[in-house]
């Protein structure tokens, strides 16, 4: 498929059709993920694929757990937004699919050598490492619609990042940030509507 056409047909996709994705599917879109620029070619991911639905419920389980656990009034709304937050944060059991991406810390040579803590440095270079990982995983994404599928970038599943990564034994230095749930569209999808490009860009000439 031409880039263009994938970049414009990609939209997230939530509702999947049960089929299975072959093993050799889900490496060829973790391969292309990985051909993503990163901060001096650090390449800091890594990509668990998931495909075993007890260890996906067991997940959302959790996710589930973390969110009833928000302070919360008792009203109507807050029961509302929080079984909202809910769906949107754990549809991921639905899919074949959902391949965890984890990152390792980046140390700039800069750390070396003056008296800035990894903190500072990373938020003055407007970080680095999360910037990367999202070049990958929007890689990840429109490889997924190359290839027949459709995937949604989730953060929502972050608010169990600590209990997940015991689950899915991701060792430190890496870290949890973001779930990619795939899988064939239940139903086909129309791209959702974007800024006019009028709206956004804007020459120094
Ligand atoms: C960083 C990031 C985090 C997201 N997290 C979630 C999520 O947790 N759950 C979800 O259903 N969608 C999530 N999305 C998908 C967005 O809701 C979606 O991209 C947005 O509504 C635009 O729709 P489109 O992707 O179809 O263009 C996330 C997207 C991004 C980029």
Redesign the pocket.
């Given at each position: 498929m031409e880039i263009k056409k994938a970049i414009e047909l990609?939209?997230?996709v939530?509702n999947f059709l049960p089929d299975m994705i072959p093993v050799e599917d889900l490496k060829e879109m973790v391969r292309l993920a990985a051909c993503a620029p990163s901060v001096n070619n650090y390449q800091p991911w890594r990509f668990v694929a998931v495909t075993n639905k007890k260890v996906m419920d067991q997940m959302a389980e959790v996710i589930i757990g973390k969110i009833s656990a928000i302070p919360s009034n008792e009203s109507q709304v807050a029961q509302n937004v929080k079984s909202q937050v809910e769906w949107?944060?754990t549809?991921f059991r639905n899919a074949p699919a959902v391949i965890a991406v984890s990152m390792d810390i980046y140390e700039t040579i800069l750390e070396k050598g003056v008296d800035l803590s990894h903190d500072d440095i990373n938020r003055m270079r407007c970080y680095p490492d999360i910037q990367s990982a999202?070049a990958a995983i929007q890689n990840l994404l429109l490889a997924a619609v190359d290839m027949g599928y459709g995937a949604?970038?989730?953060?929502?599943?972050m608010i169990a990042a600590d209990e997940i990564v015991d689950i899915l034994k991701i060792d430190k230095p890496y870290g949890l940030i973001?779930?990619v749930t795939v899988g064939k569209p239940a139903q086909p999808s129309k791209?959702?509507e974007?800024k006019p490009v009028e709206e956004i860009f804007l020459l120094i000439d």
């Open positions: 990609r939209t997230s939530r949107y944060a549809f999202g949604c970038w989730m953060s929502a599943p973001a779930f791209a959702r974007k």
